[in-house]
């Protein structure tokens, strides 16, 4: 059987890490999903000083 993705059972898409988001009024790039966090499951740097932050999927899917 295959493994399931990181992001199965989410709407986001499955190459989601590595992709750059907007959050208010800064761009932040996708570092990571854990799927253990289920109100903030999307771990990401805020660019360009590379602070780690982590979102809601909604977020994410409304930055995209």
Do not use: C, N
């Not at 771990?43 to 982590?54: E, N, Y």
Request: glycine share 8%.
């Amino acid at each position: 059987t295959p493994r399931p993705t990181p992001t199965q059972g989410m709407e986001l898409p499955t190459d989601i890490v590595g992709r750059t988001f907007r959050s208010r009024t800064r761009t932040y790039e996708v570092t990571g999903i854990e799927t253990r966090r289920p109100k903030y499951p999307v771990t990401a740097k805020r660019l360009p000083d590379g602070k780690p932050f982590k979102f809601p999927t909604s977020t994410v899917l409304a930055g995209l």
